[in-house]
């Protein structure tokens, strides 16, 4: 049974919350190492939560669309123009504006659809990419368990060839660990070129004993093979 819907719904609580609304830096570091330049960009975010990295677009200048599984975001999102923003389940709805974009990214997303949903978003992009446009996707590889260490040691890498396999986040919520080899290939089907990468390890608690692999990838489209 697919849970992903019914989960998001009635998180307005987390939505309001003001713990939850710093922008993601290494998103914006990742940007701007590819030299994606934010202002007068038209920029789109699929699954947007509380929209704390949308807003951060529209303060360096750009034009922001936003889509989101859940209606709560959609209506709490403190954003005047309500037309640029609305609900939508990516992998099965096609992008709904008649709008060819700059940069489509998905952050804390992509993990929630299946194989065939994340070729769909990636099909249906294809018709919304602006010349020299840019998609960026971050997932999540795996969640791991380390034996605890004294943190006055120096980081000991041997400690992840021996960690176990350990979910941080809720058994109840839909995530799955992505490969990244998957992601690739859907994109190339779209013919989208993967042009860069970008790893994120990084502990979940306050004793650096669980810890979370995060990926960033980001495509444009192959001008070189078009059908």
Known sequence: MDKSPNYWINKDKDINSKNFRCPNVSLFRFLSSLYFSIENKKVLEIGFKNGADLLEFNKRGALIFGLDINPEAVSHLNFKD?????????????????????????????????????????????????????????????????????PEDEINFNLFHNAKSELIFDEYNPIRFLSAKNIIN????????LIASKRLIQSYDLHEEKFRLDRYLAFKVNNDHVY
Do not use: H, W
């Not at 997303?109 to 446009?133: P, V």
């Open 186 to 193: 859907a994109g190339k089907a779209a013919n989208f070129e």
């Open 82 to 150: 309500k037309s640029r923003i609305r609900t939508s389940r990516c992998g099965k709805d096609s992008i709904p504006f008649k709008v060819l974009f700059d940069l489509i990214y998905l952050r804390d997303t992509i993990y929630y659809l299946s194989d065939e949903e994340i070729q769909f978003f990636f099909d249906d992009a294809t018709k919304k990419m602006a010349k020299g446009g840019y998609i960026v996707v971050q997932f999540i590889e795996k969640d791991l368990l380390v034996e605890k260490s004294n």
